[in-house]
């Protein structure tokens, strides 16, 4: 994982609840990305961050906030989440023109 | 039209055999590309990249770059079991994001 680091790995959680997942990262990357995974469609890119405070919105956005208040931590926070946001959700960091560093991933489910 | 679209597979190929991948790009500003693997329940892993037309060796592993055509291609040259995978076909466009294809599911039968 390149000391990128993922949490929660699982969680369950209720439609309307608000839910922040954390990504941790040792290597002084500028650059840390969101993506959400599902079936069919790949990786999409949910917000991204070139530096602290500096963040961007991605293709899937609409839900989702970020706030990057260090280096090192990079935190996804869904408002009040919905079924449609159940997915696979990985943090990367790195330079997207040469090489991006997975975490290990958060399974989240909405019910 | 989607970024990056690549062969929705699954794709299965007998060991020993070569594995061809495809990948199309829609921006022709595209400058960088890149082929992750990802193994079931694992996170994705670059294995290739390559950022000028031909084709570039790593091993059994050959990524070849057309920006004419704006089209990607991984070529897995003697397959092996420890290969099945998906494979996901990445671009960037010389900015902070890189778009990902949906990816193209890999199975060699041993």
């Known amino acids: 994982d390149a000391g990128i680091t993922q949490s929660p790995r699982h969680k369950v959680t209720e439609t309307g609840t608000p839910v922040t997942l954390r990504c941790h990262q040792t290597e002084n990357h500028r650059y840390m990305y969101w993506y959400r995974q599902d079936p069919g469609h790949g990786l999409r890119l949910i917000h991204y961050?070139?530096?602290?405070?500096?963040?961007d919105k991605g293709e899937v956005s609409d839900g989702y906030s970020v706030s990057r208040s260090k280096t090192e931590d990079f935190l996804l926070t869904l408002e009040s989440a919905t079924s449609s946001q159940t997915s696979v959700y990985f943090c990367?960091?790195?330079?997207?023109?040469?090489?991006?560093?997975f975490g290990s991933g958060t399974q989240l489910s909405v019910l | 039209q989607k970024e990056v679209e690549q062969n929705s597979g699954p794709l299965s190929v007998p060991e020993g055999a070569i594995a061809s991948l495809n990948c199309t790009y829609s921006d022709r500003v595209s400058q960088s590309f890149f082929w992750y693997r990802q193994y079931s329940g694992k996170s994705p892993e670059l294995i290739m990249s390559i950022y000028s037309n031909g084709d570039k060796e790593d091993g059994r592993f050959t990524a070849q770059l057309n920006k004419a055509s704006q089209y990607v291609s991984l070529l897995i040259r003697d397959s092996q079991p420890s290969d099945s995978a998906t494979y996901l076909c990445a671009v960037n466009r010389n900015d902070y994001k890189l778009s990902f294809g949906a990816g193209t599911t890999v199975t060699v039968r041993a």
């Open positions: 961050s070139y530096g602290v405070k500096d963040t």
């Open positions: 990367a960091a790195g330079r997207a023109e040469e090489k991006l560093f």
